[in-house]
């Protein structure tokens, strides 16, 4: 799919980035399938999205940044 995406995280095993994931989904449910892995050049990035427009992807990494502590950040595919 393609659009604006929030990168939540980057990692160099399937397995650290699979039990990131998990962990997201568990305590943001709301998410729920906007969370995507992809492999590429040997690194697992996880995005949500796709969103609409970059406000609404703004809007939801406001929520995810408050609730994990970290700070996603927008990118286009």
């Known amino acids: 799919s393609h659009g604006a995406f929030l990168q939540l995280g980057a990692f160099t095993t ?3 980035a699979e039990g990131f994931r998990n ?3 568990e305590e ?3 998410l729920g399938t906007r ?3 992809l492999a590429e050049n ?3 990035r996880l995005h949500a999205g796709p969103y609409a ?3 609404e992807a703004q809007s939801s ?3 995810i940044a408050a609730a994990l502590k970290l700070k996603p ?3 286009w595919r």
């Open 53 to 55: 427009t970059a406000e």
């Open 35 to 37: 969370l995507e892995l």
């Open 42 to 44: 040997g690194r697992y």
């Open 73 to 75: 950040f927008l990118v």
């Open 28 to 30: 943001l449910s709301w």
């Open 61 to 63: 990494a406001a929520r």
């Open 23 to 25: 962990h997201v989904r």
């Open 14 to 16: 399937l397995a650290n």
